[in-house]
């Protein structure tokens, strides 16, 4: 009886444990969230894992904006003069909200480029919101498809591998846009 009872706390402190990575993936958007899809399925199998990737990939998308939003109320606007950031504030709302639907289509676009860029807008929150579930949904159920189909039909060490080069690729590509943006900076 004793051990059901710190079975289920164990299960219950590593389901808010994963919550609390999924919206930490989902709020930064930069971490590819293929790598938390996969050990959300592994967890809980697909339905529980989809439900813990979508809580996160959607709740996570709104945090984000407001921290986004926060951050660049703060920030020296020197940087927004970047032709990527200025595209985004010069749309209308109605714009904003289409291409924010657009973006998240894509199930491999940096999240956070997209967050941050609408976080420099006029759109309220609720629109974001709106307009991010909407675009998340095919894309995170795609990921879904993807990782699940993985976690089936190959053995472990090859997710593992699989999983590690994901990773690898995008701490690369990563630190090769700091180093890009270093001569961007200097010249502003």
């Known amino acids: ?20 990575v999924n919206l930490a993936v989902g709020t930064v958007g930069f971490i590819p969230s293929v790598l938390i899809t996969a050990v959300n399925i592994q967890s809980y199998g697909l339905y529980g894992g989809a439900i813990l990737t979508f809580t996160g990939e959607i709740v996570g998308a709104l945090i984000g904006f407001y921290l986004y939003r926060f951050g660049f109320s703060k920030a020296d606007p020197k940087w927004m003069r970047h032709r990527f950031w200025q595209k985004f504030q010069l749309q209308s709302t109605k714009q904003v909200y289409s291409m924010v639907i657009l973006l998240r289509l894509l199930p491999f676009m940096p999240s956070g480029l997209v967050t941050a860029g609408a976080a420099l807008t006029q759109i309220s929150g609720k629109a974001f919101w709106f307009a991010s579930t909407i675009g998340k949904i095919p894309a995170v159920i795609l990921e879904l498809a993807a990782v699940y189909g993985v976690t ?17 690729v995008s701490i690369a590509l990563w630190l090769k846009s700091i180093k890009q943006k270093k001569p961007l900076q200097s010249a502003d």
């Open 152 to 168: 089936q039909i190959a053995p472990k060490n090859v997710q593992y591998a699989l999983f590690g080069l994901v990773l690898l």
């Open 1 to 20: 009886m004793e051990a059901t009872f710190i079975d289920n706390l164990l299960m219950i402190f590593e389901y808010l444990f994963l919550l609390l």
